[in-house]
């Protein structure tokens, strides 16, 4: 079927004969983190990722992508690969301290249950 | 735009296996988590099984919001006034802006945009199945802005109560920005609803070509549907496909007989008794027939999605490159 769209009536007839190697790697270039300031005064948000070919692009497409509507003073981005960052797996790390149980007794009371279930595990492999 | 994820037998072949070869520790907790109502993050341990239909699903999405820009696009050069043409051309580059949201919270997950890009210009990956049919008058862009966005935001909004955090996070933002779509379609059907005889009869002429597709917006029926049952408890699939099927029609069949406009379809009713609407078989076999790449509009998109990606490559390089400068030889 001839298209319906004027502008792809003139790309024919090399658009069905294009033949595209496939993409390489970073041909979409790397990603940047986008921080968005919402209001004076506010902390600045973390609100997704983009990918540029630099920091100035980065900026640019922030702009198109995280700020075409919602209210916005100021925009920052980040190279992804700047960014440290601790695993959500270690939230254990932000709780505060008052936990003492590490040098009492009644600290260790689950020793044997850890024991018993790596037990278990191997008997199962072990049936397999 | 969105339609479901669609989840062939294929897909999931050896899934039990997989998921019991997990670290059971590791998965308890993981299904405690999701149990709890708590989101999944990029750096959390995940079962391989999670991250793969995440992937599949969220790059699916993607390439819908990106290929479901072209059949709206086409009409950007042709819209009846300016105020519509900024109106859609707003709405596209939301579409286009989504593609791009979605993008990033599957490469969370590990898979590189140039990878996903390839797998929809190879065919490998697929995308809602409506943007295979054309748009072919003005009207049926005011039919897809209304009730095929309407069909999204039921369906994205269901995922937005989903268990993995970047998807979620792109999916609020989204949502918010579809709303807007959805007032502008509804007031382009209405302006040629109450319009002249030959606007009512354009307006009509697009709800018969669209009831299909549209029908078929959601996925196969759950009867024929591959069970799903680690996917719902992953919240990873939130709702069934009739069960979005039928809150759609409960939603915009009467706001669509309001406007006086004929469904094309003698038998659509809403059973009394049962409380759920009844209407005749869509062919699912023309779903299927799409999907497998025969739709009357496949082989136009991708070919306009490929000629994007190969006649950009040169701006895409030069920017990346920007420092490299001819230097003409000292001697
Ligand atoms: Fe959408
Ligand atoms: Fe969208
Ligand atoms: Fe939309």
């Known amino acids: 079927m001839s298209s319906l769209d004027p502008r792809i009536r003139r790309a024919e007839p090399e658009l069905w004969t294009l033949s595209t190697p496939p993409l390489d790697s970073l041909e979409h270039w790397p990603t940047y983190e986008v921080f968005v300031q919402r209001m004076r005064g506010g902390h600045a948000q973390h609100v997704g990722s983009l990918h540029a070919p630099n920091p100035e692009m980065a900026l640019v497409l922030a702009k198109e992508q995280y700020a075409r509507r919602s209210q916005c003073v100021a925009l920052w981005v980040v190279p992804t690969e700047a960014i440290l960052w601790t695993s959500p797996a270690d939230e254990d790390l932000f709780q505060p301290a008052v936990d003492k149980s590490y040098r009492e007794p009644q600290g260790y009371l689950n020793t044997r249950e850890r024991l018993e279930k790596y037990r278990d595990r191997l008997q199962a492999t072990s049936h397999d | ?331």
């Open chain 2, 1 to 331: 735009m969105y339609g479901n994820l669609v989840i062939r037998p294929e897909d999931i072949e050896n899934w039990g296996k997989k998921v019991h070869e997990e670290d059971p520790e590791k998965l308890a907790e993981f299904e405690a988590r999701i149990e709890r109502g708590e989101k999944i993050e990029p750096q959390d341990w995940m079962p391989f099984e999670y991250r793969r239909q995440l992937i599949r699903l969220i790059e699916q999405h993607a390439h819908s919001e990106i290929i479901g820009a072209l059949p709206e696009g086409t009409w950007i050069t042709r819209a009846p006034t300016f105020r519509r043409k900024l109106a859609l051309m707003a709405k596209v580059q939301d579409e286009v802006g989504h593609a791009q949201l979605l993008y990033s919270a599957a490469e969370t997950l590990g898979k590189p945009r140039e990878a996903m890009i390839n797998d929809l210009l190879s065919g490998k990956s697929k995308y809602s199945n409506v943007f295979n049919y054309p748009a072919k008058t003005w009207a049926d862009t005011a039919i897809i802005a209304w009730l095929v966005d309407a069909g999204a935001i039921i369906n994205q909004t269901t995922n937005s109560k989903g268990s993995y955090g970047p998807y979620v996070r792109a999916l609020e933002r989204i949502c918010w920005e579809e709303s807007f779509h959805l007032k502008y379609g509804y007031d382009s059907v209405v302006y040629l609803a109450t319009g002249t005889p030959k606007q009512r009869a354009l307006l009509q002429d697009a709800l018969n070509r669209w009831w299909r597709p549209i029908m078929h917006f959601f996925g196969p029926p759950d009867n024929l549907s591959v069970h799903t049952e680690k996917l719902v408890k992953w919240k990873v699939k939130l709702a069934t496909n009739d069960e979005m099927r039928q809150q759609f029609l409960d939603m915009y069949v009467p706001k669509i007989w309001e406007l006086g406009l004929t469904i094309p379809d003698p038998n659509l009713r809403k059973n009394p008794e049962t409380g759920r609407w009844e209407y005749s078989d869509p062919n699912w076999d023309e779903f299927w027939q799409v999907i497998n790449g025969n739709g009357p509009c496949n082989k136009e998109r991708i070919a306009v999605r490929r000629f994007a990606e190969e006649k950009g490559r040169w701006v895409r390089r030069a920017l990346l490159e920007s420092q490299a400068r001819y230097v003409t030889p000292l001697a």
